[in-house]
């Protein structure tokens, strides 16, 4: 059994920053994707930015250029740097991995969400 537990959510002010990191333990596997999505009230959950193992990585184009995705492989981490936030961003963010390739997903695996308010 997978769990990923975020961290680092909270409330900020527009125009500033947090981090968001999230860690897995229990069944550790080299994942194929970890990031983040995000859900505000009453919206569909959406992705924010995701990396794959090799490097790659693609971001909502509402963070481009304000949020960075970072991950370590070997320790299974991923975090998210998020800064010149405003208050569109304010939403629980969850962490995600998926198990598989480019190809096939073999498991899909969520946190339990990390509130994020922007708000003077």
């Known amino acids: 059994q997978v769990q990923l537990v975020e961290s680092g959510g909270g409330l900020v002010q527009p125009g500033g920053s947090l981090r968001l990191s999230c860690a897995a333990s229990?069944?550790?596997?080299?994942?194929?994707?970890m990031g983040w999505y995000r859900q505000a009230p009453g919206k569909q959950r959406e992705l924010v930015a995701v990396?794959?193992?090799?490097?790659?990585?693609n971001y909502a184009d509402s963070v481009k250029g304000r949020f960075t995705i970072s991950r370590d492989n070997a320790k299974n981490t991923v975090n998210l740097q998020m800064n010149s936030l405003r208050p569109e961003d304010t939403a629980v963010y969850y962490c995600?991995?998926?198990?598989?390739?480019?190809?096939?997903?073999?498991?899909?695996?969520w946190g339990q969400g990390t509130q994020v308010t922007v708000s003077s």
């Open positions: 990396s794959t193992s090799g490097g790659s990585t």
């Open positions: 995600n991995a998926k198990r598989g390739s480019s190809t096939v997903v073999l498991g899909t695996y």
């Open positions: 229990g069944s550790i596997f080299n994942f194929y994707i």
